[in-house]
C-alpha cells in the first residue's frame, strides 16, 4: 500500500475465517467453528465474495492497507 498507493493502486487482504464449503464441513464440525462466533456459524462463500466485490467497487476507492477479517467476531471470545 505504502509504494502503491502513488500510482492509485489500493491493497488490501481479506482474511475469511472458516467458510461453509463441502471440503471442510468435516473440520468445521470436529472443532466446533460454529460455536467460536457469536452469530453461532461460519461465512457463506457469497459472503465472502460479497465483501471482494465491495472492495473492487468505486465505493472503496479510498480503503488501501488494511485487512478484512471476515470470521463472524470468532476472535473476540
Given at each position: 500500500a505504502l509504494h502503491?498507493?502513488?500510482?492509485?493502486?489500493?491493497?488490501?487482504a481479506v482474511a475469511p475465517g472458516f467458510?461453509?464449503?463441502e471440503r471442510v464441513r468435516d473440520v468445521i464440525e470436529k472443532t466446533g467453528a460454529r460455536q467460536q462466533s457469536p452469530l453461532g456459524r461460519v461465512a457463506?462463500?457469497?459472503?465472502?465474495?460479497?465483501?471482494?466485490?465491495?472492495?473492487a467497487s468505486e465505493g472503496a476507492e479510498y480503503l488501501t492497507g488494511?485487512?478484512?477479517?471476515?470470521?463472524?467476531?470468532?476472535?473476540l471470545r
Open positions: 502503491l498507493g502513488p500510482h492509485n493502486i489500493f491493497v488490501m467458510v461453509e464449503t457463506r462463500p457469497e459472503e465472502v465474495a460479497t465483501t471482494i466485490l465491495f472492495l488494511a485487512i478484512v477479517d471476515i470470521n463472524g467476531a470468532s476472535y
